[in-house]
């Protein structure tokens, strides 16, 4: 079976062209000009309808879809079968038929469980800060990149259990070995920690190393995590900057606002 983003992709490619059919059955319908004839582009919605059935393994479903196929296809008027609406207009009952079916499927893909999701997995890491510093479950503060990886990690694996600890990628990017991956969100997670103003420059070169260009068809998103001990750039800020380097499509910065290191009564800044 394919792979479920490409299913994805062929459904929304099918929505698509299923306007383009009702647009030109409409133009079509008011103009009878043989030149806009939508049939041959209602027929592709119907084949590519099939395609997703086969692909899917709904094998009830292609029949019926199939069936439907075979019936207009032989009728006399074929896929530019005329309805007309209460009001006098005309419409397609081939393509609502079509569009039956294609909802049917869609149910099998809730629109905003990804987005959900995602949108969890944001928010645990925004209200952990308070977690990962409190010194009655860790009795330090994070001193360092691997503190901060290691506390957050061992959290988010109780609510994400296919959480991968330094994931190996299939598609290596240079120099890039990733923290955390959780495979059914397809996103990557890395962590940064900064101690004073100069460690700014130096992990947003490493993000633009790291995320520009890069594609996979199993890591979709790229989250960083940064752990600052003092307040030295705003989340808002972060976004701003992506988004002038151009990388705000799959990219995503957390700051979490941490406490500076203590050591022998001075604070290391």
Same mark, same amino acid.
């Given at each position: 079976?394919?792979?479920?983003?490409?299913?994805?992709?062929?459904?929304?490619?099918?929505?698509?062209?299923?306007?383009?059919?009702?647009?030109?059955?409409?133009?079509?319908?008011?103009?009878?000009?043989?030149?806009?004839?939508?049939?041959?582009?209602?027929?592709?919605?119907?084949?590519?309808?099939?395609?997703?059935?086969?692909?899917?393994?709904?094998?009830?479903?292609?029949?019926?879809?199939?069936?439907?196929?075979?019936?207009?296809?032989?009728?006399?008027?074929?896929?530019?079968?005329?309805?007309?609406?209460?009001?006098?207009?005309?419409?397609?009952?081939?393509?609502?038929?079509?569009?039956?079916?294609?909802?049917?499927?869609?149910? %099998?893909?809730?629109?905003?469980?990804?987005?959900? &999701?995602?949108?969890?997995?944001?928010?645990?890491?925004?209200?952990?800060?308070?977690?990962?510093?409190?010194?009655?479950? %860790?009795?330090?503060?994070?001193?360092?990149?691997?503190?901060?990886?290691?506390?957050?990690? $061992?959290?988010?694996?109780?609510? %994400?259990?296919?959480?991968?600890?330094?994931? &190996?990628?299939?598609?290596?990017?240079?120099?890039?070995?990733?923290?955390? $991956?959780?495979?059914?969100?397809?996103?990557?997670?890395?962590?940064? %920690?900064?101690?004073?103003?100069?460690?700014?420059?130096? &992990?947003?070169?490493?993000?633009?190393?790291?995320?520009? $260009?890069?594609?996979?068809?199993?890591?979709?998103?790229?989250?960083?995590?940064?752990?600052?001990?003092?307040?030295?750039?705003?989340?808002?800020?972060?976004?701003?900057?992506?988004?002038?380097?151009?990388?705000?499509?799959?990219?995503? *910065?957390?700051?979490?606002?941490?406490?500076?290191? &203590?050591?022998?009564?001075?604070? *290391?800044?």
């Amino acid at each position: 079976m394919l792979e479920l983003e490409s299913i994805q992709k062929s459904i929304k490619t099918l929505d698509a062209d299923m306007s383009s059919a009702y647009s030109q059955f409409d133009e079509w319908a008011m103009t009878d000009d043989d030149w806009r004839d939508p049939s041959w582009l209602i027929e592709k919605c119907f084949l590519q309808l099939l395609a997703i059935a086969e692909v899917l393994n709904l094998e009830e479903l292609r029949k019926m879809i199939y069936a439907e196929y075979t019936k207009i296809k032989d009728s006399d008027k074929g896929f530019l079968v005329r309805g007309i609406d209460p009001d006098g207009g005309a419409y397609s009952p081939v393509l609502g038929r079509i569009r039956c079916f294609q909802r049917s499927i869609e149910a %099998f893909f809730p629109k905003e469980e990804s987005t959900k &999701v995602t949108k969890d997995l944001l928010q645990i890491i925004r209200d952990i800060d308070y977690v990962i510093t409190n010194k009655a479950i %860790f009795r330090t503060i994070p001193s360092n990149e691997e503190d901060v990886h290691q506390r957050i990690e $061992g959290i988010l694996k109780c609510v %994400f259990p296919d959480l991968k600890h330094k994931p &190996v990628l299939t598609k290596p990017i240079k120099n890039f070995e990733p923290d955390t $991956g959780i495979p059914s969100l397809g996103t990557l997670i890395e962590y940064k %920690f900064i101690s004073s103003k100069d460690g700014i420059s130096t &992990v947003a070169d490493e993000i633009y190393a790291d995320t520009r $260009g890069y594609v996979s068809k199993d890591w979709r998103r790229f989250l960083y995590v940064i752990y600052e001990t003092h307040r030295f750039r705003t989340e808002r800020d972060w976004q701003e900057h992506l988004k002038q380097g151009g990388l705000t499509e799959n990219t995503t *910065v957390v700051v979490l606002n941490g406490e500076p290191v &203590v050591k022998k009564g001075k604070r *290391v800044i």
